[in-house]
């Protein structure tokens, strides 16, 4: 078997770059990032760990600006191909062979977030609309009267989609072979919202001027991550706070002021709750109950820096990792009831938007329009298994999920894990992909 090639992390001393904001980085990524052609020479000789300080750990933030939309709806200036491209990998399991399915493309904008469950896809679009496709091909919709479709989470019978505007939507999924979904609510419920309007003590101070209800987000909610175990929706948004809903009723358990800009990713694991933000930093919350109170109390500020973190992503082994702008892949290890800095992944020239964990992998997707899949080796270092090639605008969003069968054995009797991962880009499509745990040198995989 060829070695594989290792990514590991070098710690150097601090280094101190200026913080770009990261409304700049996106808006300039998006407008530039059309006439490079390094992309392809980049994928050979950039995918090498980075020489980065190790973070230190900050118990207090700092403050930062108010970063409000660091998208803008931009026209999208890409060109669009027919709905369903299909590649010349051949679909029979017999000769399973990992790289490009094919592509969803609808004449609708970009794509802002994905959500698969099992042969089901779920696509949001600035064009408001949530894409059904089953198997590949288009099988439903549904339309809300909101901004913006920024974040889906599918559990269960209901659907979440959360919007520019603010608004968490719920959707009913249909039964059998029915295509009709319908909206059966939004969070908080028409109910409470009314019930905490009419209570003077329920509102708080959001900008100059103007109050609000602490039950509902007032500006884009950019992230969700569900906690199936506890019952429990966790929405981030760019009014800077995490907010707590509780499954079985959809009520409003707790808002968190999380951050000291906008919260741009969430996750949940084993009890603990990550966010990242534009502020730079990463944290770790803990949740408690206490006399059936549930609140939620920062334990450790894993990552303070000029760069604004835009994804989070934690895997089943506990291992965290976080995307910046400045292109580098944070990750870290779980020692007893702390994490320490296990290093940082750099694959990407530009910055990272999305991450996603499945197994021992790790896909990152970058306004450099490339997606970098990594793997977690025994040893605790990173392989860089290949770059995949073929969106021709950045890469917002990703979803990855086990493929049918899951697991097989190769011809030397080892098990490989495979995986389907689908990736939404600016460019108006989803591309399918497919993905194993075993491989060799860093391969790349394209149109």
């Not at 290093?343 to 997707?365: I, Q, Y």
């Not at 995986?419 to 745990?437: A, P, T």
């Amino acid at each position: 078997m060829t070695t594989q090639k290792v990514i590991k992390t070098v710690v150097t001393e601090n280094q101190t770059r200026p913080r770009q904001k990261l409304e700049t980085l996106l808006l300039h990524s998006d407008i530039n990032i059309l006439n490079n052609e390094e992309d392809v020479e980049f994928v050979h000789h950039r995918l090498s760990s980075a020489s980065v300080p190790s973070p230190p750990l900050y118990d207090t933030p700092s403050a930062s600006p108010y970063v409000f939309s660091p998208w803008n709806q931009p026209i999208s200036p890409y060109i669009n191909s027919p709905w369903i491209h299909q590649s010349s990998t051949d679909n029979d399991m017999c000769s399973w062979q990992p790289g490009l399915i094919g592509s969803l493309v609808r004449e609708e904008g970009h794509i802002y977030s994905l959500a698969a469950s099992g042969n089901i896809l779920y696509t949001g679009s600035e064009s408001r609309n949530i894409h059904v496709w089953k198997d590949l091909k288009e099988f439903s919709g549904f339309k809300s009267h909101s901004g913006l479709v920024k974040a889906i989470i599918v559990t269960g019978n209901k659907i979440f989609t959360g919007h520019q505007d603010g608004k968490i939507r719920v959707w009913q999924v249909p039964l059998g072979q029915k295509r009709v979904y319908k909206r059966i609510g939004n969070l908080p419920t028409s109910k409470d919202f009314i019930k905490s309007s009419m209570n003077p003590k329920s509102y708080v101070k959001v900008r100059r001027h103007r109050n609000v209800p602490w039950i509902k987000h007032f500006d884009a909610v950019s992230c969700m991550s569900l906690d199936e175990e506890n019952g429990l929706l966790y929405s981030g948004s760019w009014d800077k706070t995490v907010k707590i809903w509780r499954l079985s009723d959809l009520k409003c358990m707790e808002s968190v002021n999380a951050h000291d800009d906008a919260v741009n990713s969430v996750a949940v694991h084993d009890g603990l709750v990550f966010t990242g933000s534009a502020d730079g930093t990463v944290k770790m919350w803990r949740r408690e109950v206490v006399k059936k109170v549930m609140r939620h109390v920062l334990v450790q500020t894993l990552l303070k820096q000029e760069f604004a973190v835009t994804a989070v992503a934690v895997a089943a082994s506990g291992v965290v990792y976080s995307g910046a702008s400045d292109g580098l892949i944070s990750y870290w290890v779980r020692e007893k009831k702390s994490l320490y800095y296990g290093g940082a992944l750099k694959g990407h020239k530009m910055a990272v938007l999305c991450l996603a964990v499945a197994g021992n992998l790790v896909v990152s997707g970058s306004a450099d329009k490339n997606i970098c899949v990594w793997r977690r080796e025994e040893s605790g270092d990173h392989s860089c298994l290949t770059v995949l090639v073929g969106h021709s605008g950045p890469v917002k969003c990703l979803s990855i999920v086990e493929e049918e069968g899951g697991i097989y054995e190769d011809e030397e009797e080892d098990e490989d894990q495979r995986w389907r991962l689908y990736s939404g880009s600016l460019d108006s499509s989803v591309k399918v992909w497919r993905l194993s745990e075993h491989g060799h040198e860093v391969d790349q995989f394209g149109e």
